[in-house]
């Protein structure tokens, strides 16, 4: 036998706590316990405050609709429901009603429209308004990492994006291999990288610092591991680290045996060091790799313990990476990290 | 309580006498009756929502702290793969084709479904799908071991699943395991379709047919519609890994939005697919429980096919980040805000029915109870997702995972529980435990709500999606883990229904023809129905037949 | 327990079993149209989007003949079915093996403008993405006229034994009306492969 008598209070009981849970954590929202570097709600570029704009919007129509939906349902569990001294007749039978039906046809068509409108004015701002003096750079997404070239300036890079604070920067968003997604929440909404089908989004952060994400559209073993950096800098911080990315590599005679091993190993094959005669595409471009201050796409300090387990084993530190263990000996590994570590 | 109306004397099942299991298990693998492959249906189901709960629970552990290190992330990467494939086409299209199967014919008055041999045999294609997909655990293995369980994730994205990029056969047993369900499907649908429209009992006009029966023919219409092109995208793929085929090569010039377009205008009303006979079973069992008709019939009826048709145009809302032209952007952002108008009729009749009843709260009422507010906040996540920039930050994330679960959990799988618990005495001829049943509800909410209420959060704060890792450092940490933890009350709740399903099959009090008072024809016949489901072929007169005899002084048809 | 009566209506004009076999039928269409649906949508999407090798312009001939073959088996079909109905058994069976003729012609003529494609003209299904959706759309269909072959056939062997008889002329005609359906997909593939697309 079972009693119907405290269980059937109870849901009328858990349908208040969840309003209050949810009235809660809105409140919580803004509090320290969900600081991130990656929060959405704390835009620092154009196109990341229209979003947050347009988000705020639909959360207060969808909070609205939440609470006199849930209110209504709430009311009906706990008035309608069984009485224990219930006379067993059948409630009176309402077969419908088309005045009410009008009524939640109308009002929800013309929340949609107010929707729909403003949403399509943040698409018109965000997509058709590329600024004319952004600067231009080109992202060519990898199996896992992320390739910089800034084709105005002449310098390509690898995995830490540096653009000046204040203006915008267009990003021509390209891949090698799979699908990508550029996504830096606080600088602006995610755009997908796809071979054969080029994109553009843009920025223009308002305030210098370290901004951070990752790739988001599923693109093989280490999509986890594809991590965003853009340093944003002031005009004559970004001039001169341009300067610097675009100057050759350094030739330091007392690391030759590492740069030999490097050049005649099949280092070569996949990376680039301008000024000397490694020219691959496949991996990232070294030539100014210690101006970097992460290694295998921002999950690495750039130390000197990662960078030698890198080049030695790079399963070690990301299982699945393109990269494959070259097989050196202690001897050689120290040599070419030696030289490696010159590329400044 | 209900009159008892009996249309043949109460028999026992026909192997009261011993008879060998063989024999037993050759009736049923040669079975063509619908009650038993809609039970059979069911049963497969169940034992990969098992499946498919343990890859969950894998991936749970693994993310619920930063740089956890249970499991290599080509593992992880193949338990998301598999977990949304098996829930997918392997619990829950079994679920909905089972119930669809069960109860359509009775509901209607027919004997059975109009092609007894294409059910089965659609059955025995969906079942060897999913035989197919797993086989691949053990048979996938290809050049370089890159073989075994597929880890392209459950949309299968194009370049990822060319030859280049997935070597070995582990792809292959996705394309091949669904697209031979796929043709299962498709002729359920031809079934149900070809069932609904041509073996009505007399006086049921297509305005006299249960709600259920009615929303069936919908889905079945748009699994006509939406499966195919998924077969087609994936005779694509196949051209492409083993002919040497171009389609999606982007090196030859290929496209690969052109798969997200083939897949996505399967994948979007697949999900209504799912959703509508959820739906069906709330629009069953809310009335009854409420101890009134459901509001507005013809509302729903058009609402259901205005879904069904709106439905089917809102695909690349999946695609909002690809890089389609703003005009395109925007005319998907109206067609998904649009589909909440007709979707929110619904929960609004819902509602209406409720009100001014005598609400009985009983395990399928309170898992009806929280599919309402849980599709509400579904929906609602939705809406906040058709914002197509407001998707260009949760798109992709967290955020869209905590929605979709939101809806198929908290929305189907609750709809889905409801049913077990209304039918299960007709099914089995035996009541469920009560107690037992309250006891999965309430442990199963709690877990669902830490589970998928916290999930947003990691979302909204920039956390993407299939990632087997994540930094410490992003504020992601104790959410995931507050995540995990509603998964232990999830798994005890899916035990205690499992135990309530097998312990009631035995000891259950005997549950007679009618032991909810309803209204269908269902509930006219032996708990379970004999084989032939009828004595007669009743004949009615409004959408409650059952009412209309319990209440002749005010029978429906006066009023409707 | 009480024993209620449920009280006999008129029975409602029901469909009868055969309008079953025919709405099966229209789904099954419907599933397939949807299918060539998407292997149309490709191959228009893909138009012109070849890297290299033969296009379309250079190495299709139009295949009239083989065409006018398909499109006059819909009509043979139409008259064999006709006569099963008058039960005319002798009729139906040599209009019936007419319409196998013109189908197993039509796909001869179809092998026979492969060959030339793939030894002549150096197009396979690998060599960009016009073989590639050319084969698919054209294969698929060719697919489809096998599969009607094949069961054409087997009615006609059943024919050839005697057991086809005029009761049996609505299965006869929901078989034929795949048969249609066939011939029109062929009205689309030839005006998107061969008119549009040239």
Request: aromatic share 14%; net charge neutral.
């Amino acid at each position: 036998m079972q009693s119907t008598r405290n269980i059937s209070a109870k849901p009328p009981l858990l349908k208040a706590l969840a309003v209050l849970f949810f009235l809660a954590c809105t409140c919580l929202a803004q509090s320290p316990t969900f600081s991130s570097p990656t929060n959405i709600f704390a835009p620092a570029s154009t196109p990341a405050r229209s979003i947050f704009g347009l988000s705020l919007f639909v959360l207060a129509i969808t909070a609205v609709i939440f609470v006199v939906v849930v209110t209504l349902l709430t009311y009906a569990v706990v008035k309608f429901r069984k009485r224990k001294n219930d006379d067993g007749r059948e409630p009176a039978q309402v077969y419908g009603s088309n005045q009410v039906e009008i009524a939640w046809t109308v009002i929800p068509i013309l929340i949609v429209v107010v929707m729909f409108m403003a949403t399509a004015r943040v698409i018109a701002n965000v997509q058709k308004s590329v600024p004319d003096n952004a600067l231009q750079v080109t992202v060519v997404g990898h199996q896992f990492w992320w390739e910089y070239r800034y084709p105005g300036l002449k310098v390509v890079t690898a995995n830490e994006l540096h653009v000046p604070v204040g203006s915008p920067t267009a990003l021509k968003l390209l891949s090698a291999d799979t699908d990508h997604s550029f996504w830096v929440p606080r600088l602006a909404g995610k755009t997908d990288l796809i071979p054969n089908h080029p994109n553009v989004m843009w920025i223009d952060p308002q305030k210098p610092g370290l901004y951070l994400g990752q790739c988001a559209q599923y693109c093989g073993t280490q999509h986890a591991k594809m991590l965003l950096r853009v340093y944003v800098e002031s005009r004559s911080d970004f001039d001169r680290w341009i300067q610097q990315q675009s100057q050759p590599a350094q030739v330091d005679e007392a690391v030759a045996e590492g740069r030999r091993i490097f050049e005649t190993t099949a280092c070569v094959n996949c990376h680039a060091v301008t000024g000397s005669q490694a020219n691959g595409q496949f991996g990232p471009d070294l030539t100014h790799l210690m101006s970097r201050e992460t290694i295998a796409a921002g999950i690495a300090a750039n130390n000197h313990e990662n960078l030698r387990l890198w080049i030695q084993d790079p399963s070690r530190l990301k299982p699945g990476a393109l990269m494959p263990a070259m097989g050196l000996s202690e001897h050689d590994l120290d040599a070419v990290t030696a030289y490696l570590e010159t590329l400044r | 309580m209900a009159t008892d109306l009996i249309t043949w004397p109460e028999t026992q099942e026909a192997d009261a006498t011993f008879r060998p299991f063989v024999d037993r298990l050759h009736e049923w693998v040669t079975t063509v009756d619908h009650k038993r492959l809609g039970v059979m249906y069911i049963l497969y189901a169940l034992v990969f929502l098992l499946i498919g709960g343990i890859e969950a629970t894998i991936m749970r552990i693994q993310l619920s702290a930063a740089h956890k290190d249970f499991v290599s992330p080509q593992v992880f990467n193949r338990m998301f793969t598999m977990h949304g494939t098996t829930m997918i086409f392997f619990v829950a299209m079994p679920l909905v084709f089972g119930l669809a199967n069960y109860l359509v014919p009775l509901m209607i008055g027919a004997r059975d479904m109009a092609f007894p041999r294409l059910n089965a045999f659609s059955f025995w294609l969906t079942a060897f799908g999913g035989i197919l997909l797993y086989f691949s655990l053990i048979g996938a293995n290809g050049l370089y071991g890159a073989g075994n369980a597929p880890d392209v994730g459950w949309f299968a994205y194009a370049p990822l699943t060319s030859h280049t990029f997935s070597p070995g056969h582990s792809t292959d047993f996705w394309t091949l395991g669904l697209l031979v369900s796929g043709f299962g499907s498709i002729g359920t649908a031809i079934n149900i379709i070809a069932t609904i429209l041509c073996m009505r009992c007399p006086g049921m006009t297509l305005g006299k047919m249960p709600l259920l029966v009615w929303l069936n023919l919908v889905m079945a219409g748009m699994v006509i519609l939406a499966v195919s092109p998924l077969s087609a995208a994936q005779i694509m793929l196949l051209i492409d890994r083993y002919l040497g085929g171009h389609f999606f090569d982007t090196q030859a010039g290929g496209s690969a939005t052109i798969w997200m377009h083939f897949f996505w205008i399967f994948g979007h009303p697949e999900v209504y697919v799912l959703v509508i006979p959820a739906f069906a079973i709330a629009s069953e069992i809310i009335p009854v429980f409420s101890r009134k008709a459901i509001f507005g019939y013809p509302v729903m009826v058009a609402a259901t096919v205005a879904i069904g048709f709106i439905g089917m145009s809102v695909w690349a809302h999946h695609m909002f980040t690809v890089g389609m032209s703003s005009n395109a952007n925007t005319f998907f952002v109206l067609s998904t805000m649009a589909i909440a108008v007709p979707t929110g009729i619904k929960i609004f009749n819902w509602l209406a029915t409720m009100w001014g009843g005598k609400v009985e709260f009983k395990s399928p009422m309170l898992f009806c109870a929280g599919f309402l507010f849980q599709f509400l906040v579904a929906g609602l996540t939705g809406i906040m997702l058709s914002a197509a920039p407001f998707d260009w930050q949760l798109g992709n994330s967290y955020f869209v995972v905590a929605h979709f679960h939101y809806v198929i959990v908290g929305g189907i799988l609750f709809c889905l529980f409801a049913a077990f618990y209304y039918w299960y005495p007709k099914m089995t001829g035996r009541m469920y435990n009560e107690p037992l049943g309250k006891l999965h509800f309430w442990l199963f909410l709690i877990g669902f709500h830490l589970t998928f209420d916290f999930m947003h959060i990691p979302g909204l704060l920039g956390m993407p999606r299939r990632i087997y890792t994540y930094e410490p450092g992003r504020g992601w940490d104790s959410w995931n883990f507050i995540v995990t933890i509603g998964v232990v009350f999830q798994g005890l709740g899916i035990l205690v229904f499992a135990a309530n399903l097998i312990w009631s099959y035995f000891r259950g009090k005997v549950a007679g023809n009618d032991p909810w008072d309803a209204w269908t024809l269902e509930w006219s016949t032996n708990s379970p129905p004999p084989a032939y489901n009828f004595a007669a072929i009743p004949s009615v007169k409004s959408r409650r037949p059952l009412w209309d005899l319990k209440h002749p002084e005010d029978p429906d048809w006066k009023y409707e | 327990m009480s024993v209620a009566t449920i009280t006999a209506f008129e029975p409602e004009v029901q469909w009868g079993p055969s309008a079953r076999g025919r709405l099966g039928m229209y789904c099954l269409i419907a599933a397939e149209a949807a299918i060539f649906t998407i292997f149309v949508v490709a191959y228009l999407f893909y138009l012109g989007k070849s890297l290299s090798g033969p296009t379309p312009q250079q190495v299709l001939h139009v295949p009239v003949l083989f065409t006018i073959c398909l499109l006059s088996s819909s009509l043979t079909i139409h008259l064999a079915v006709r006569s099963l109905r008058k039960a005319k058994i002798g009729a139906f069976a040599r209009w019936w093996f007419l319409t196998l003729f013109l189908g197993a012609t039509f796909l001869a003529g179809t092998a026979v403008e492969w060959r030339h494609l793939i030894y002549d003209e150096g197009l396979t299904i690998q060599t960009n993405l016009f073989g590639t959706t050319y084969y698919s759309l054209v294969g698929l269909h060719a697919f489809h006229v096998l599969m009607g072959l094949l069961a054409l056939c087997t009615v006609w062997l059943f024919a050839m034994f005697g057991k086809v008889k005029s009761e049996h002329a609505e299965r006869v005609d929901t078989l034929a009306l795949y048969w249609h359906f066939v011939d029109t997909v062929w009205v689309v593939v030839f005006l998107v492969v061969y008119v549009i697309g040239r």
